[in-house]
């Protein structure tokens, strides 16, 4: 709404604050607003009286008596008010003017003096009502001096009143004009979103809150300026001309047949503004094609490998981190104590691990007495063979055991087998082709060496008594 821009003299001084919101609908202040008053340039202790208007939302009645001013004084009114908790503030300034005297507008001339010429008025009277008695066919005009001729004459043609008409073309049509006042909701749209995010930097706005947020996830956006580019190197019609300025942040396609895939910067040259990535994209980018560069920091998979190799050994000493027993593991062969040589096959024996690997080729090497050799076809129940036989050191007596063969390369039990104990120093386990269930003598056509264990069970106690390895052998009489 307008504001004044006088104020006579001894007068009281009246406007009216109306407060919109986004929508331009009326809303009230979150508290009554205020004046302030500034005299020529100075601040000045003068009080305004604001009011909101009775059974009204959004409008305050101002007024405002200054005391001791004179012709030429110069006020500036400064409004502001609270809306939803975001301060607004309004400036604007009025001019004293002293009030009409006595005198204002009076005729200050001197008055003509002299006695007016009636005879010559009268006569310039019948010389002006004559010519309305002029007869061009008999009168004649004394004192006319003959044109001879035109000299300059002027073209009346429609090729030069063409070239002399102003060019009006640039004006907009009575039609446009009233489409001004009428804009289309497309049209506020459009103005909204094409709006410059640079133009927008008041404190709290949404329009700076949105400029902050592209910037915080984007740091700039450019395309391809290469008709040659690679999966993994290309020329970009980026402007930044230090070199590396774009190292460590990813880049991601958002037009052409890359667009959505995302790669690792790994170097970016000022002066050709070419940037290498770490990874190849999984083709090369036509000419054209846009990007953004994301506003983060990511390192490439070369750089983690490169500091997870190069981090100093003296940096991890918490125990249980993979890191500390790393550094345990080296510091022991370094100074000559423990090495991994020095440690027992039975602390390895997890299925899958090199160590139980180690342990299983350890067996297959072993003294002779823990190598039984089977042929294919023939039972050892005591008749036909000899029951296998084994010997030990500790008394099993009261004990249960198995005999448990597992396949060299899969780890896949084969077969198993009830153990007897036969005495102190001896457990004994029979095997009959009848049983199906020793699939090695009978039906398994897997021949060669395969480890074995007897595992003896006492109540809650197990016991490994007996490891080595069984070798299948094929009956050379039978097919």
């Not at 607003?33 to 003068?46: E, F, L, Q």
């Not at 503030?89 to 010429?117: I, Q």
């Not at 001729?149 to 640039?170: F, L, M, N, W």
């Not at 930044?240 to 895939?261: P, Y």
Request: hydrophobic share 35%; with cysteine.
């Amino acid at each position: 709404m307008g504001r004044p821009t006088k104020l006579l003299s001894g007068n009281t001084l009246y406007w009216t604050i109306r407060l919109y919101n986004e929508s331009q609908v009326l809303v009230d202040a979150d508290s009554t607003p205020t004046v302030a008053v500034r005299k020529n340039g100075a601040s000045t202790a003068d009080a305004v009286t604001v009011t909101k208007r009775a059974s009204t939302t959004g409008i305050y009645d101002c007024s405002y008596n200054p005391a001791g001013e004179v012709e030429g004084d110069q006020y500036t009114l400064e409004e502001s008010a609270t809306i939803s908790a975001v301060a607004y503030e309004n400036n604007w300034s009025v001019s004293v003017e002293a009030e009409m005297r006595g005198t204002d507008g009076a005729n200050t001339v001197t008055p003509n003096t002299v006695a007016p010429d009636n005879a010559g008025i009268a006569a310039n009277g019948n010389a002006i009502a004559g010519l309305n008695d002029f007869d061009p066919s008999a009168d004649t005009v004394a004192n006319v001096t003959t044109v001879g001729s035109v000299t300059s004459a002027v073209t009346t043609d429609a090729a030069s009143r063409t070239a002399s008409q102003a060019d009006v073309s640039a004006l907009a049509t009575s039609a446009q004009i009233a489409a001004l006042n009428d804009p289309s909701s497309a049209d506020i749209a459009d103005a909204v979103w094409d709006e410059a995010l640079s133009d927008h930097n008041v404190g709290g706005s949404t329009g700076k809150a949105l400029r902050q947020l592209k910037e915080g996830v984007i740091t700039t956006e450019s395309s391809i300026n290469d008709p040659s580019a690679t999966a993994t190197t290309f020329v970009t019609a980026l402007t930044e001309a230090v070199d590396g300025f774009f190292h460590d942040k990813t880049m991601v396609f958002i037009s052409g047949s890359l667009s959505g895939q995302a790669r690792h910067i790994e170097t970016y040259v000022g002066a050709t503004k070419a940037i290498t990535v770490s990874q190849p994209f999984t083709s090369a980018p036509a000419d054209g094609d846009e990007f953004l560069i994301l506003a983060t920091h990511e390192h490439s998979l070369n750089e983690i490998a490169d500091s997870v190799w190069d981090e100093p050994q003296s940096g991890h000493t918490t125990g249980g981190t993979f890191g500390y027993y790393v550094d345990a593991r080296i510091s022991q062969i370094a100074l000559g104590g423990s090495s991994p040589w020095d440690s027992l096959l039975s602390d390895y024996a997890t299925p899958g691990t090199f160590g139980a690997r180690f342990q299983e080729a350890a067996r297959y090497t072993n003294t002779d007495a823990n190598i039984i050799y089977v042929t294919r076809g023939d039972s050892y129940d005591g008749t036909a063979n000899a029951q296998l036989s084994f010997a030990v050191s500790k008394d099993y007596s009261g004990w249960t055991g198995t005999m448990t063969v597992r396949h060299r390369v899969t780890d896949a039990v084969l077969m198993t087998a009830s153990v007897t104990v036969e005495s102190a120093t001896e457990l004994r386990v029979s095997l009959l082709t009848s049983d199906t269930a020793f699939a090695l003598l009978t039906t398994d056509a897997d021949f060669g060496p395969h480890p074995y264990d007897i595992e003896m069970v006492s109540g809650a106690s197990e016991q490994s008594a007996i490891q080595g390895v069984m070798v299948i052998r094929k009956d050379q009489t039978t097919a």
